[in-house]
């Protein structure tokens, strides 16, 4: 599952607008026109060798640190700016290995929308999948944390599943 795919299918089950999505880059600290937040909201096309065509003028690559920009802006629009209390320095992250990809997003949506483990265990059954806290636990370590797990895509799938069950309301008929 591509970077595009997970900002595709988050706002999907969140019900995100494209003005919301632009302004949550820009609190990301990125500045991403309509078009270009369009573009990553395409779906990728991929080549004869399954690589992603990159040569689609309509199609945008969402890299780690877009992904990692808009989820730092979900957060803040989300919950709020963060105001930092005297005498505290911004923390910098150490320079070890950084999340992959699906953990990232997992941890920061989690943080976003407020969710305790509870809360996420519930997510997954309702999406049909039944885990552990130790298995959540494992996911939200840190990288370079011996008991660190890897967030696979189906176990990430399942998740944006259950969060669309959640937050997306059934269409009336």
């Not at 690589?51 to 199609?59: A, G, R, T």
């Not at 877009?66 to 957060?75: A, D, K, Q, W, Y």
């Amino acid at each position: 599952m591509t970077n595009n795919d997970l900002l595709i299918r988050l706002r999907y089950a969140l019900d995100i607008k494209n003005t919301d999505m632009i302004d949550i880059f820009k609190l990301g600290g990125m500045e991403l026109s309509k078009e270009e937040v369009l573009k990553i909201l395409t779906k990728p096309q991929f080549d004869e060798d399954g690589e992603i065509d990159l040569s689609n003028p309509n199609f945008m690559l969402c890299d780690y640190e877009t992904l990692e920009s808009f989820l730092n802006g979900f957060i803040t629009f989300k919950r709020g700016k963060q105001e930092q209390k005297p005498g505290q320095t911004k923390a910098l992250e150490p320079a070890g290995k950084r999340d992959a990809a699906n953990n990232l997003f997992i941890k920061r949506v989690k943080i976003a929308l407020s969710l305790t483990t509870e809360d996420m265990i519930d997510i997954f059954y309702d999406a049909g999948l039944n885990v552990s806290k130790g298995e959540i636990g494992a996911i939200l370590r840190k990288a370079d944390h011996r008991n660190y797990k890897e967030c696979g895509d189906n176990f990430t799938r399942n998740f944006i599943k259950g969060l669309t069950m959640r937050y997306r309301q059934p269409e009336q008929q």
